[in-house]
């Protein structure tokens, strides 16, 4: 059996990413489930190639290369991927002594992942119309 673990993006208590990998995993079964504060990852700050990072980023790593398959649950902040996904992808390429390898041996590297995002909207009614005000129409 294949196993796939969700990490969800957000440092949010209670976040509608975390919520929303919980109603997910009633039909996948994750294996592991995480949100950002599982890894306690501080912001990347580093310029240093030298692959040294903190036993977060490590931690972060680990579940990640335990893994088959990966399902991000990635926030939508604008229109844009949230600033905790940007942060884990550069601490990876931090540990990566920034792409060495040409991402040959890479965290999630030759991994299925699954993106997810969920945004709230608010149903609208007009006369003679019903549409969806929030951000559920935008991609990033």
């Known amino acids: ?5 969700a990490v969800a993006f957000s440092y949010a208590e209670n976040s509608m990413n975390m919520r929303g990998l919980t109603l ?3 039909l996948l079964f994750f294996d592991g ?5 599982d890894f306690n990852m501080p912001l990347c700050n580093s310029n240093k190639s030298d692959g040294n990072v903190p036993e977060g980023v490590n931690k972060f790593i680990k579940v990640m290369r335990d893994a088959d398959i990966l399902v991000f649950a990635i926030p939508e902040a604008t ?12 601490w990876l390429i931090c540990e990566s002594k920034f792409n060495s390898d040409i991402a040959v041996d890479g965290a999630f590297y030759n991994k299925p992942v699954w993106v997810v995002t969920f945004t709230p909207v608010i149903p609208a ?8 005000i929030g951000a559920g129409g935008r991609h990033f």
Not at 1 to 5: A, E, L, R
């Open 125 to 132: 009614v007009t006369p003679g119309e019903s549409y969806e």
């Open 79 to 90: 229109g844009h991927y949230a600033a905790a996904f940007k942060n884990a992808m550069d």
């Open 1 to 5: 059996m294949k196993k796939i673990v």
């Open 24 to 26: 997910m995993d009633e």
């Open 33 to 37: 489930q995480y949100d950002m504060n």
